[in-house]
């Protein structure tokens, strides 16, 4: 099973490498198993932060609800990815922390923005939240395996 897998935003240029985390793993694997998704860029508009994608998976969750690891986001690293499922289906968002947040919810995470990508990380959260509440610009996300070189 893969130890990362890339986001991308062709309409900006930019990626981002993120790799999976200590616990969680079964987490991390379903989420690799689902790609590739491709979806609508959002930001978090009130709790921090945070760029928000939501996307229907191929297969609803593997695991049972509530035995996951939580972590309290506010206090987690830049970089860290939390995941929810919507009540119906296989809708599934996915959240990345990438500066304060002001939420101290407990979330499931499970994967991290390499270190060394979080410049681009917070360049892309910067022209995301200008589209969200300025100029409305659609931006297409799209999380895909890493394919090796």
């Known amino acids: 099973m893969a130890d990362t897998f890339i986001i991308r935003w062709p309409s900006l240029g930019k990626q981002v490498?993120?790799?999976?985390?200590?616990?969680?793993q079964h987490i991390f694997d379903w989420w690799?198993?689902?790609l590739p998704i491709t979806t609508v860029q959002s930001h978090t508009v009130v709790?921090?932060?945070c760029l928000r994608m939501a996307a229907w998976t191929r297969t609803t969750w593997t695991w049972e609800p509530g035995t996951?690891?939580?972590e309290d986001m506010s206090l987690s690293p830049d970089g860290r990815m939390k995941i929810q499922r919507a009540p119906a289906g296989e809708a599934t968002s996915v959240l990345i922390k990438?500066?304060?947040r002001t939420e101290n919810?407990?979330?499931?995470?499970f994967a991290n923005v390499r270190e060394e990508d979080l410049p681009?990380?917070?360049e892309v959260g910067a022209l995301v939240w200008d589209a969200v509440v300025r100029t409305k610009e659609v931006i297409l996300v799209e999380c895909v395996k890493e394919t090796p070189a």
């Open 17 to 24: 490498r993120c790799d999976k985390i200590g616990h969680n």
């Open 32 to 34: 690799v198993d689902q």
């Open 47 to 49: 709790s921090g932060w």
């Open 68 to 70: 996951e690891v939580r």
């Open 98 to 100: 990438y500066g304060q």
């Open 105 to 109: 919810l407990h979330d499931m995470t």
């Open 120 to 122: 681009t990380l917070r």
